[in-house]
C-alpha cells in the first residue's frame, strides 16, 4: 500500500501585530528584501531547530539517568560530587 503525499499551498491571509524594530533587525540579521521574506525565514529557522531539540532532550535524559546508576542523583557524569 503506497501513500501519496501531496502538498497544498496553506498561504493565509494574515493581520498581525508585531514589533516592527523585532522585523527590521531580523531583516537585516537574515539578509532579506521583505518583510514577508524575513517571517518566512524565522519560521523556517525555529521548524528547523525541532529536530535538534528533541535530541538535546533525549542526550540529557540520558544523562540523567546515567549519573543516577553511578549513584550521583541526577548529576551529569562529567560533574564533579559535591
Do not use: C, Y
Request: glycine letters at 4%; zero cysteines; hydrophobic letters at 40%.
Amino acid at each position: 500500500m503506497f501513500t501519496v503525499a501531496s502538498f497544498v499551498n496553506m498561504t493565509k491571509h494574515k493581520h498581525l501585530k508585531l514589533d516592527q524594530s523585532k522585523i527590521d533587525r531580523a531583516k537585516k540579521l537574515l539578509g532579506v528584501k521583505t518583510e514577508q521574506e524575513t517571517i518566512e525565514r524565522a519560521l523556517d529557522l525555529v521548524l528547523g531547530e525541532e529536530p535538534t531539540r528533541r535530541s538535546l532532550i533525549r542526550l540529557a535524559a540520558r544523562f540523567r539517568s546515567s549519573a543516577k546508576a553511578v549513584g550521583r542523583s541526577g548529576a551529569l557524569p562529567w560533574s564533579t560530587p559535591s
